[in-house]
């Protein structure tokens, strides 16, 4: 279980950690779930998961590993390497806007941003412009969840993505 400051705790197993993230197996009724990215400074203490711990044990692969794609480093690796690996992904900028996700994926990474192209409502990929994202301000991102993982069926292959005009 980690346990954040102020926000939601998570409950799974960690497989990866750097200086500035860490990796979650993200444990959903006892069943491994995708994983989460968290920011370190955010992580308030660890605890053993309370629930299903027999039935997450008694899956193949034991213990979890974080993929080997997957870097750490910092948000910008986050974000890169995870969007190459999954074809949805879900973040969160806790602090500026609590309870808020964006789902969709990186479409490009500027000093600053993350301009990520974000499904719509209806499950369909925007093909218009990006929503542009502070990166101090991502807290965590999702991969490979049950629900990601559905989203990305409904909503096929990205489309090429068409710059906003100034």
């Given at each position: 279980?980690?346990?954040?400051k102020?926000w939601e705790?998570?409950?799974?197993y960690?497989?990866?950690?750097?200086e500035?993230?860490?990796?979650?197996?993200?444990?959903?009724?006892?069943?491994?779930?995708?994983?989460?990215?968290?920011?370190?400074?955010?992580?308030?203490?660890?605890?053993?998961?309370?629930?299903?711990?027999?039935?997450?044990?008694?899956?193949?692969?034991?213990?979890?590993?974080?993929?080997?794609l997957?870097?750490?480093?910092?948000?910008?690796?986050?974000l890169?390497?995870?969007?190459?690996l999954?074809?949805v992904?879900?973040?969160?900028?806790?602090?500026?806007?609590p309870?808020?996700?964006?789902?969709?994926?990186?479409?490009?990474?500027?000093?600053?941003?993350?301009?990520?192209?974000?499904l719509?409502?209806s499950?369909?990929?925007?093909r218009r412009?990006?929503?542009?994202?502070p990166?101090?301000d991502?807290?965590?991102v999702?991969?490979?969840?049950?629900?990601?993982?559905?989203?990305?069926?409904?909503?096929?292959p990205?489309?090429?993505?068409?710059p906003?005009?100034?």
């Amino acid at each position: 279980m980690v346990r954040r400051k102020g926000w939601e705790d998570h409950e799974g197993y960690v497989v990866g950690v750097s200086e500035q993230w860490c990796a979650l197996q993200n444990v959903d009724v006892g069943l491994p779930d995708g994983l989460v990215l968290l920011r370190v400074r955010d992580v308030r203490r660890l605890d053993e998961p309370t629930s299903h711990p027999r039935v997450a044990r008694s899956l193949a692969p034991w213990p979890p590993r974080l993929p080997h794609l997957i870097d750490l480093h910092d948000v910008r690796s986050v974000l890169f390497t995870a969007g190459a690996l999954a074809p949805v992904l879900a973040g969160s900028a806790e602090k500026a806007t609590p309870g808020v996700f964006w789902v969709g994926n990186v479409h490009r990474i500027t000093h600053r941003h993350a301009e990520v192209q974000d499904l719509k409502p209806s499950g369909r990929w925007r093909r218009r412009g990006w929503k542009h994202y502070p990166l101090a301000d991502i807290t965590r991102v999702h991969l490979g969840t049950a629900y990601l993982e559905a989203v990305a069926s409904v909503a096929g292959p990205r489309p090429e993505v068409a710059p906003r005009s100034a």
